[in-house]
């Protein structure tokens, strides 16, 4: 008798060990499976190269005073760069765009009204890409200029799927930065200088974001462009830092060759 109780308790506590491990088991596996299985889309933050390549980039959403400065720097130094640009800006500013498109800077799209894309539906961010590449277009058309389009920066650099998915199947590249300025924070010229010529991420590859209208950019983008040169960069529109086929984007959202 005393066996049998023995055996009962150890085939009870084994019982009890085999349900417990199944209950583990089976409220576990979905989210290991959501690991696994999870893929989020992300734009480019930057590009694998060893060639010192790097790319200047400008939002232009709000005002328009700076521009013509900005332009003259650039064109002084030789330096091609790629300006977001948003769809009322276009419609309030439509001389400026054709400065920009005239000096042989890439044009891209930052939607249409500079909305929150994570809020919006895909159809809704299509449509927010769509009004902006069609204000860009006609005057792209105007000039009797190659239509260029195809890089997308979201605004407010915020994004999703959804977002990504969006610009996707417009045939963009989304386009994010791995250098800020933070030109709109309005540190000062030195803090800005020395922000992006120190900045812990600047490398080759390397997307620095600027704006059009920030207060201290005209002062110090001489100093900027130069300071860049003498590390030995070479500075390129983002049409030419990235690579546009059989490439994939790391967890850390750098473009790498498939290859690789």
């Avoid at 409220?27 to 933050?45: A, G």
């Avoid at 328009?64 to 332009?71: F, G, S, V």
């Avoid at 010229?189 to 704006?211: C, D, R």
């Avoid at 030995?232 to 290859?259: A, C, F, M, T, W």
Wanted: aromatic share 10%; hydrophobic share 35%.
């Amino acid at each position: 008798m005393h066996k049998l109780i023995v055996l009962r308790k150890k085939n009870f506590l084994l019982a009890g060990i085999i349900s417990l491990l199944l209950i583990m088991y089976f409220n576990l596996k979905p989210s290991v499976q959501s690991v696994f299985n999870s893929h989020k889309l992300l734009p480019i933050y930057c590009v694998d190269r060893d060639d010192n390549k790097i790319s200047l980039s400008f939002d232009a959403a709000w005002g328009a005073d700076d521009t013509d400065k900005l332009l003259e720097i650039l064109n002084n130094n030789d330096v091609k760069a790629t300006f977001f640009l948003c769809g009322y800006w276009i419609d309030k500013y439509p001389d400026e765009v054709k400065k920009i498109i005239s000096y042989g800077h890439d044009v891209g799209n930052h939607g249409n009204t500079h909305a929150h894309g994570n809020k919006l539906s895909l159809e809704q961010n299509k449509q927010e890409i769509l009004r902006a590449h069609k204000k860009i277009q006609a005057l792209f058309d105007e000039q009797e200029q190659d239509l260029k389009i195809n890089l997308f920066r979201p605004p407010f650099g915020e994004y999703n799927d959804t977002v990504i998915q969006a610009a996707q199947e417009l045939n963009y590249y989304p386009i994010q930065w791995d250098v800020d300025s933070l030109d709109w924070k309005e540190l000062g010229a030195e803090h800005e200088l020395n922000h992006v010529l120190n900045h812990k991420k600047l490398k080759s590859g390397s997307i620095i974001l600027f704006h059009n209208d920030a207060k201290y950019t005209p002062k110090i983008l001489d100093k900027i462009i130069n300071g860049l040169k003498e590390k030995n960069y070479e500075l390129v529109p983002i049409s030419e830092l990235i690579y546009k086929e059989n490439y994939k984007i790391n967890h850390e959202g750098r473009q790498i060759l498939s290859d690789k």
